[in-house]
């Protein structure tokens, strides 16, 4: 299918027989200044239809990250905080080994010396 691009002009010009032709299948038209397309002319069935995959390919990109939750309620909530309690035990024990390591470096620098 040829690219069609009109100018705002034009497309204003035959806009009656245009929607004709997309509502007939015969579409889209671009719409632009000096070739550059800014708009689109389409029937609004081939809108929807587009509108609708754009829809269902995001959901299906969401499709491997799905996952399945099983057991009693209170076991959500209680999974829930041995994820933050671990989250927040490994950010405490990253942070001690990174004070660590710069209490060791700063121990084997020599007295008086500039700090790097």
Not at 44 to 72: M, Q
Not at 97 to 109: D, G, I, L, N, T
């Amino acid at each position: 299918m040829t690219k069609r691009t009109l100018t705002v002009s034009e497309a204003r010009k035959q806009l009656p027989r245009l929607i004709q032709e997309v509502t007939a299948g015969g579409g889209p038209f671009y719409l632009g200044a000096r070739g550059a397309a800014t708009a689109v002319l389409m029937s609004a069935a081939d809108y929807e239809r587009r509108a609708a995959n754009v829809v269902s390919e995001a959901v299906g990109a969401w499709e491997p990250l799905r996952v399945e939750i099983v057991g009693a309620p209170g076991e959500l909530e209680e999974a829930i905080r041995d994820l933050r309690d671990h989250a927040v035990t490994s950010a405490i024990e990253s942070w001690d080994r990174q004070v660590e390591r710069e209490a060791r470096r700063r121990s084997r620098r020599p007295k008086g010396a500039a700090r790097p």
